[in-house]
């Protein structure tokens, strides 16, 4: 269980510091994956400040994973599945893309979720 575990919260790790990083770099590319609809013009700071937040998302689990506790692991991963989650109800609030929404957002506050469990289990 502790691996699966370890390797969930990798993968969404790296995700999370890729989806960061193209936030930084190509902000429009990236940001129609989403969900919204449509990214106003004047939105690429913004994006490139929510390039670095996800960047520091995903390094504060792989710094966990390094310091090789996964209790804590777990919990913060379980505690920070809520970003997807909120991702999520955001973009349906502001009628975007449900495929995206539940397929993407929800999609990783799922596996986020088993993460935290299996490496609280484990």
Do not use: C, Q
């Given at each position: 269980?502790?691996?699966t575990g370890y390797i969930l ?114």
């Amino acid at each position: 269980m502790l691996v699966t575990g370890y390797i969930l919260v990798g993968i969404v790790s790296l995700g999370i510091i890729y989806v960061g990083l193209n936030y930084v770099f190509a902000p429009k590319k990236i940001a129609a994956g989403f969900g919204f609809t449509e990214v106003p013009e004047n939105a690429d700071t913004f994006l490139n400040v929510k390039g670095g937040r996800d960047i520091g998302a995903g390094l504060v689990p792989l710094t966990l994973m390094i310091y090789g506790d996964p209790r804590a692991l777990g919990w913060v991963i379980l505690v920070a599945a809520l970003w997807p989650v909120f991702d999520m109800l955001i973009v349906l609030r502001h009628r975007g893309k449900k495929a995206i929404a539940f397929g993407v957002h929800g999609g990783t506050a799922a596996v986020m979720a088993v993460a935290g469990l299996l490496l609280l289990l484990g």
